[in-house]
């Protein structure tokens, strides 16, 4: 009972939390990347920070799996399910953390805020989700993939944007930034609506709407960017993060 109240807590708060957010972030650019402000921290080197800040969603799910398999008493059921419902959360953060990182290309040193914030966040979640294991749905597994396939797809993009040795940006065209200008934030709350999907768990419903809280203004905010930078070369009917909408 202890427990369960722990996670429905911890739930509800990354759920406010994420509203607080969302609200903040609209007015307030997320301050790393283009929007990298010194006056949050010393820098981190882009690498090290995405390997370090992710790193702890990857392990500790993995860690639980480990426990179930070979410390707990439980049926082969329980275990095939436990693997089942964090296999999804575990690839994504495998990719984010070891495979993502080595793939940059230039990008600015992280400030020591936003860098922490993330590493914390991390944890938080990754204690979380893994702590929360039930039912799972076809459809979620769909939609996941459909996220994370659009999400290495956005990343790609825009890796191919940078010569090696460049450092400026280029307006970004195929696969979803045909239709939004934050393809990858768009592909993001599409692959963790579809977690959330697959568990049908508070926790993940408050993982989903947090996503959701932060990248959309973050998208926005990028719009805004490129409808600045590039005046009348950027595509007039590409939108921010709801194709067609917004």
């Not at 800040?53 to 329980?78: G, H, M, W």
């Not at 294991?133 to 825009?158: E, P, R, T, V």
């Not at 709350?189 to 579809?194: K, L, M, S």
Request: aromatic fraction near 16%; proline fraction near 7%; hydrophobic fraction near 50%.
């Amino acid at each position: 009972m202890i427990h369960s109240e722990l996670l429905f807590y911890l739930s509800m708060t990354m759920v406010v939390t994420g509203i607080v957010a969302f609200f903040v972030l609209l007015f307030v650019p997320s301050p790393y990347g283009r929007n990298a402000n010194s006056a949050f921290g010393p820098p981190v080197p882009t690498k090290i920070a995405w390997l370090i800040q992710e790193i702890p969603a990857f392990l500790i799910p993995v860690y639980f799996i480990i426990e179930l398999l070979f410390f707990k008493t439980s049926d082969s059921s329980n275990v095939r399910d436990a693997v089942l419902l964090l296999a999804p959360f575990i690839l994504h953060y495998f990719q984010r953390s070891l495979i993502y990182p080595m793939l940059i290309r230039g990008g600015k040193p992280m400030p020591a805020v936003p860098f922490l914030l993330a590493f914390i966040f991390c944890i938080y979640n990754g204690y979380l989700q893994s702590s929360y294991i039930i039912n799972y749905a076809a459809a979620g597994y769909a939609l996941f993939a459909a996220g994370m396939a659009g999400n290495i797809h956005s990343d790609q993009i825009l890796r191919s944007l940078r010569k090696p040795g460049e450092t400026g940006y280029k307006i970004p065209h195929g696969g979803l930034f045909s239709l939004v200008s934050g393809a990858n934030f768009l592909a993001e709350i599409v692959e963790w609506t579809g977690f959330a999907l697959l568990n049908r768990s508070l926790p993940a419903v408050a993982f989903a709407l947090f996503t959701a809280a932060n990248t959309a203004p973050r998208a926005w905010h990028h719009h805004l960017w490129y409808l600045k930078k590039f005046g009348d070369e950027y595509p007039k009917n590409r939108k921010a993060i709801l194709p067609y909408l917004i």
